[in-house]
Each structure stands twice: as structure tokens, then as C-alpha cells.
């Protein structure tokens, strides 16, 4: 796979504003969009599948996108 659709993906969702407190964001939105993104394509349903998707996938969303925590 490309890097393209990546940097696609996420270029779609730039535009969408953070109402996060920049104290809390450990990670850009639109890193987590993507994550949240390829989880349920690949049958997460719910937070807890979400998050044990990306713990399952950390090294390959590591080296896809800008994960520094």
C-alpha cells in the first residue's frame, strides 16, 4: 500500500476543528480519525474494539502516521 490514500484520508479530515484542550491531545485528530477509520472497516463496533484494534496494529499505524506517544 501507498503512502497516498494515507495522506488522503487524512487530508479529508484536516478540516474538521479540534474542540480538544491542547493539555490533553497526545494525538492529532485526524490520526485519529484514521485509526477510528480502518478499525470499523475491519469490524470494530463499538470504543473498546477501536482501541483494541489500534493496540493490535500499533506498529503499522507507528510507521503510517506521526504516533509520538
Known amino acids: 500500500m501507498t503512502d497516498q490514500p494515507i ?5 479529508h479530515f484536516s478540516s474538521i476543528e479540534d ?7 497526545k494525538h492529532l485528530l485526524s490520526d485519529i480519525f484514521f485509526i477510528t477509520l480502518c478499525a470499523t472497516i475491519c469490524g470494530a463496533d463499538n470504543w ?4 483494541r484494534f489500534g493496540k493490535a496494529k500499533e506498529q ?3 510507521e503510517q ?4 506517544n
Open 48 to 51: 473498546v474494539a477501536i482501541e
Open 60 to 62: 503499522w499505524f507507528t
Open 19 to 25: 474542540p480538544r484542550k491542547d493539555r490533553h491531545k
Open 7 to 11: 495522506a488522503s484520508i487524512i487530508h
Open 65 to 68: 502516521l506521526n504516533l509520538n
